[in-house]
Every structure is written in C-alpha cells, then in structure tokens.
C-alpha cells in the first residue's frame, strides 16, 4: 500500500499542547501574532477582479456553482480543522490547510489563503500553541470570508 | 443506446482532493477534451489502468496517495501516461525527481486557464497528440 509518509506530529510530542485546550494562555513567545495580523487583512477578504476573471473563464452559471462548492468545501474542511487539532494529527491539519489555501486563492480569498499558508508553515514548528493560536483566528477568519462572500453572491445576483 | 465516443479529442484524467479545483480545472478543459474526473488517486489509477488516457492532471498533496505516488505507481506498472502535476507548494518541483522529463509538466495553483491548457497541450504534443491552446 502506498501511503505518504508520516511526519513527527508536534502535538503528539508536547505535553504543553496536550493541555493546551484546558489551559489557555495569554503569552505569546514570538512576534508573530495571526490574529492581530490577519484582523489588518481585512479590508478585502474577497477580491471581485479574481472572481470577476474566473466567471469570464467559465460562465455566470458555473461561478455560482463553483461559489456553492466552494462553500461547501470551506465548511467541510472547518470539520477537519478541529478534528485534526482535538486528535493532535499534524498531517491532517497540514494537508487540509494547503488544500484550502489553494482554493481560497483561487476565489480571491486572499486573507484566507495568507492565513492557511501561515498555519500550514505553522504545522512544522517547535511550539504548538501558536499552532493552535492561527488555529482560532484561522476559523474566525473562515466565518468572516464566508459572510463576505454572502454579500458579493448577492450583488452578484442583483447585478444580473 | 449507442453511445458515441469521440476519438479526436484527447482524453484527460483529472485528480485532485479538492471539489473546488477539480471542478475549474474540468471547466477550463471540457470543451476540447474528454475529461474525468477523480478525487480519489487509487481509483482514479483503478480507472487509468482500466482505460488509459492520454494524459493525466493531477493534484500533488492528498490524502492517501500523493499525485507523484500515482505516478510512480504507474509507471511500476509499466504504464507510462504524461503528467501535469498541479501544486501550491514551491518546492514540489525541485523535489520530485522529475526535472528534465519531458512527459511531466508543472503549474503553479492557483490555476490559470491559458496556462493550464498550454501545459496540456506541450505535453500531448511531446506524447503525438496534438490540441487546441
């Protein structure tokens, strides 16, 4: 059987991040922040001129089936997200985030996709707890992008 | 029912994880080609094996079997079908083992249609087979 081959999950090796989702701490021991970070993205979370361009590649009717699946996926892969972090499988968490980021890009969700990019980085790092610091701000990013896109879907159909 | 296959467009096998990219990648390429499409890599090489096309997209990072697993897996096999390999990740590329080979392509993610339909078509003319860019 061909599997990929499995990388050393962090969360399986700290005792710090077993505990973490009971122990909450305020300390953050690098400079980097993605909450404060991705909050300053904010202003677009969903670029017009990407989905502008990817309707003229395809058609009126298949943007907004693409928008459907897309939505569908986002929820899907926030499932994933929490199971992979409450089983601590770094793996999972690594390759669902790189898949998201690329959908994300590929419909102008450009904060989102910064924000995967950054936890899937993450995912490979000595310090859990940031992990699951881009974790939290990472799903609140993801609900935003989605009312987000509520609105240009909207103005999608009254523009028609 | 007769069923009426056209043989004069190339056919494709499309692999990817994702609904979303799979899904674009299927529109960009639909009206010039023959295209299935898989999320799964093991059943997509079931259906390879079953029916070979002519070239095969496919996604690098998934679950279970990788895009270059696939390929490799292929190829033990002894069936030697060209790949365009479709990646978010930089570094893929130099780390595949696939630098100089003619019957692989690379595109960044996100996808650009002309470039996605340009690497199809390079590749299917390296294999004889022309197609429309």
Redo the contacts between chains.
């Keep these: 059987m061909?599997?990929?081959p499995r990388k050393p999950s962090h969360f399986e090796k700290s005792p710090r991040a077993l505990n973490r989702e009971k122990t909450v701490s305020n300390q953050i021991d690098d400079e980097f922040d993605p909450a404060s970070e991705w909050q300053s993205m904010k202003g677009e979370l969903v670029c017009r001129a990407t989905l502008q361009k990817?309707e003229a590649?395809?058609s009126h009717q298949?943007l907004t089936?693409?928008l459907g699946?897309?939505r569908?996926?986002v929820h899907k892969r926030a499932g994933i997200i929490h199971e992979a972090c409450s089983s601590r499988d770094a793996e999972?968490l690594q390759?669902c985030v790189?898949?998201l980021?690329?959908?994300a890009?590929?419909?102008g969700c450009m904060p989102l996709a910064t924000a995967c990019m950054q936890l899937e980085t993450l995912c490979g790092h000595e310090n859990p707890d940031r992990i699951y610091e881009a974790r939290d701000a990472l799903l609140m990013l993801i609900d935003n992008t989605l009312a987000a896109l509520d609105v240009v879907e909207r103005e999608r159909e009254h523009g028609r | 029912m007769v069923v009426e296959v056209d043989n004069s467009r190339p056919r494709l096998v499309i692999v990817d994880d994702d609904p979303t990219q799979l899904c674009i990648a299927e529109l960009f390429l639909m009206d010039d080609h023959d295209v299935r499409c898989y999320t799964d890599a093991r059943e997509a090489m079931f259906a390879i094996l079953q029916d070979m096309p002519d070239a095969v997209v496919s996604d690098i990072h998934m679950p279970g079997m990788s895009g270059l697993a696939l390929r490799e897996a292929l190829e033990r096999t002894g069936v030697h079908v060209p790949f365009v390999f479709l990646t978010g990740d930089d570094f893929a590329q130099g780390l595949s083992g696939t630098a100089g080979d003619a019957r692989v392509e690379w595109l960044p993610k996100p996808m650009d249609k002309a470039q996605l339909r340009e690497r199809v078509a390079r590749i299917l003319s390296h294999d004889g087979r022309s197609a429309t860019v």
Excluded: G
Aim: without cysteine.
């Design positions: 061909l599997t990929l990817l590649e395809t298949a089936r693409l699946i897309f569908m996926e999972r390759v790189h898949a980021k690329s959908s890009q590929s419909f």
